[in-house]
């Protein structure tokens, strides 16, 4: 614990110095920016946003990438909150009670109500991170390449279960994705893949193309050409104040929604999607007032916005710790990180620890400028809501063009952008989810080298996965896992993927 | 609809995967991953035909903003076909401008002065101030 703190005071000594501090507030003023904007959710913000960061060093680079995710997350209830609109997915539930209570004239409490959640959330799920994140890297030091696959393909089955809709759609998205990571130069044998004698194809297709396209121009195609969104509720700063029933109402699902949301996060899937709507439905069933759902509950709002803040603070936890990213926007960060020559992993705590002592001081600080930030601004951020889509569209397709092209500076990744928009737009509109690609993509060359290696090691016997404990234990859960995801198919029954996937397009439909 | 595209696609992986060496399961080569995923992409599909009934159709899904996506779609390989030659300014000011103007029937001059505006902004931000290399094409645009 001691060394705990001792670390922790080096790591505010680095995020309270005034060129971090900047960085960190840069972050989350654009995060807010993305959050706000329909269309940018975190993921395709981070990735346009990586190239503005090559002219830093990493610990800047990194602090104000991690600012802008967060920021992010704080962004998107205000739109579903004002517009019923949800800036990114995660904000889906929120969007229910929180426009209802803006349609009541509580929109000033239902936006102070979901900041001080996120911020006491963002704060002490940090917290977890600082105690949990150390230790899980030390144990991972135990890790072999048998372990290092069956935690991989661990990761995918359950982002896969996680999913909202089929797993088994899920399961043929991912592996979709991993076909897409094998293009390039095999690392082992220097063979070229399927790159028909693309030169720049030898690297591989790149996270930033793949996410941008999918998320950020797929959702362009599909939304560009749809009638205007409703109009915006405008609060005045006085209603800011909730009222002291309205505090009493929100303090415990803040509570729950913070610890929900962390213990989600950790687990791989799309966690702050996730752990919103799970947050969402305790908070309904806990309720003295259950009917009250749907028309305005503050614990509606309180909850899955607290849960999907504190699941973005539990999702770096096996990215730091492990070096394997948890859901599509942890592999982004990954590959941010990795750009800038940092390797998450077990030895980065030991190796870099003013890197990820400042990294996890400077989330106390982010979280704090958001508090600070976000509510007085609210009237700002909401007239950028005004801009008519019709106009805004093309300026975000433009930094979609900018962004992809300056990671590598090469033509052929917009290109990769637009086939990716292409099937994501499709996808989209069959009802598959686009995010296990993005994580096989960023997975597949991990997931590869670890089998190769595995299969080096026992001369060929598979059993290798078995007889060592660690692997023979990820892959029972995965195994666990499996049968679960069948259990709708037999039984014929809705289970809580379905439930979500339901809720989800209800929302889109409304 | 999706199932038969996935199957196909694995179809066409394995075929493309000839040309690689498969090694052995002592030493695997560099197709055997794919192979190994390809299989794995045909089973997926199989079973997404065979359970998919319930799933929808391409003909029964909404497809009201197709003019829309044609046009952005079309705008985004002109903007990969032209950015190095033209320049991102260029590029990226005739993009916006056709997007505004022609699709979106705004005004022409306040088509012509955001689009301008925002290509010469973005440069600005990003290659002079940021650092970030943009193109500038032929003309040094």
Not at chain 1, 21 to 37: E, N, Q, R
Not at chain 1, 86 to 103: F, K, L, N, Q, W
Not at chain 2, 106 to 124: H, M, Q
Request: glycine fraction near 12%; proline fraction near 6%.
């Amino acid at each position: 614990m001691a060394e705990t703190l001792h670390n922790l005071v080096l790591g505010f000594s680095i995020a309270l110095s005034p060129p971090i501090l900047l960085y960190a507030f840069v972050g989350c003023v654009v995060g807010t920016l993305v959050g706000v904007l329909p269309g940018v959710g975190p993921l395709a913000g981070i990735s346009l946003l990586l190239p503005a960061t090559f002219g830093l060093d990493a610990t800047r680079a990194i602090v104000m990438l991690a600012g802008i995710y967060y920021g992010a997350m704080y962004g998107g209830s205000t739109t579903s909150i004002l517009m019923r609109i949800p800036g990114e997915a995660a904000s889906v539930m929120t969007c229910i009670d929180g426009y209802a209570m803006a349609r009541k004239g509580r929109a000033g409490a239902a936006l102070a109500i979901a900041a001080v959640g996120s911020y006491v959330a963002g704060t002490a799920s940090v917290v977890g991170l600082m105690l949990l994140a150390p230790p899980l890297a030390l144990f991972a030091l135990r890790f072999g390449p048998p372990e290092y696959f069956a935690l991989l393909v661990l990761g995918l089955l359950v982002l896969a279960y996680m999913s909202s809709g089929s797993m088994l759609r899920a399961l043929a998205m991912a592996t979709l994705g991993l076909l897409l990571g094998m293009i390039g130069i095999d690392q082992m044998t220097g063979y070229f893949r399927y790159s028909y004698g693309v030169v720049e194809l030898g690297d591989g297709i790149g996270v930033v193309p793949v996410a941008v396209g999918l998320f950020g121009l797929a959702e362009i195609l599909a939304t560009a050409g749809l009638p205007t969104p409703p109009q915006v509720l405008r609060p005045a700063l006085r209603e800011l104040l909730p009222t002291r029933q309205e505090w009493r109402d929100s303090a415990w699902p803040i509570a729950r929604g913070t610890v929900l949301g962390f213990l989600i996060g950790i687990v791989p899937g799309s966690a702050h999607i996730i752990s919103s709507f799970v947050s969402y439905g305790v908070e309904r069933r806990l309720s003295k007032r259950p009917e009250e759902f749907g028309q305005g509950a503050v614990a509606g709002v309180a909850g899955p916005e607290s849960a999907n803040n504190s699941a973005t603070s539990g999702a770096f936890v096996p990215m730091l710790a492990l070096g394997v990213p948890s859901g599509p926007i942890p592999a982004v960060m990954l590959a941010a990180m990795m750009v800038h020559g940092v390797s998450p992993g077990p030895l980065l705590i030991r190796e870099q620890p003013g890197l990820f002592w400042g990294f996890i001081a400077s989330m106390y600080v982010g979280n704090l400028v958001l508090l600070i930030l976000n509510l007085p601004l609210v009237g700002v951020f909401v007239n950028i809501l005004r801009v008519p889509y019709p106009i805004l569209y093309p300026s975000i397709l433009a930094f979609c063009i900018l962004g992809v092209y300056a990671v590598n500076g090469s033509v052929v990744d917009v290109w990769i952008m637009l086939l990716m928009g292409a099937l994501g737009y499709l996808l989209r509109k069959l009802g598959f989810e686009t995010a296990p690609i993005v994580l096989g993509v960023v997975l597949a060359p991990m997931i590869e080298m670890a089998l190769r290696q595995s299969l080096a090691m026992s001369d060929g016997q598979y059993a290798i996965f078995l007889t060592r404990p660690i692997s023979a234990t990820l892959l029972g859960v995965g195994l666990v896992l499996i049968t679960l995801g069948l259990k709708p198919l037999v039984t014929r029954s809705l289970d809580w993927r379905a439930r979500l996937a339901l809720a989800e397009k209800g929302d889109e439909q409304r | 609809m999706a199932g038969a595209a996935l199957v196909a696609l694995a179809l066409v992986v394995l075929w493309e995967s000839r040309a690689l060496p498969l090694g052995s399961l002592r030493n695997p080569g560099p197709a055997y991953m794919p192979v190994a995923l390809a299989l794995a992409l045909l089973g997926f599909g199989a079973l997404l035909i065979v359970l998919g009934k319930g799933t929808p159709d391409v003909s029964s899904v909404g497809w009201t903003e197709w003019r829309h996506a044609v046009a952005i779609f079309g705008v985004c390989a002109f903007a990969a076909l032209a950015l190095e030659r033209l320049g991102f300014r260029m590029t990226i000011a005739l993009a916006l401008a056709f997007l505004l103007r022609v699709v979106e029937r705004k005004g022409a001059i306040f088509s012509l002065v955001l689009s301008i505006a925002f290509a010469a902004g973005a440069f600005l931000l990003f290659d002079t101030l940021l650092r970030v290399p943009l193109p500038r094409g032929a003309l040094g645009l």
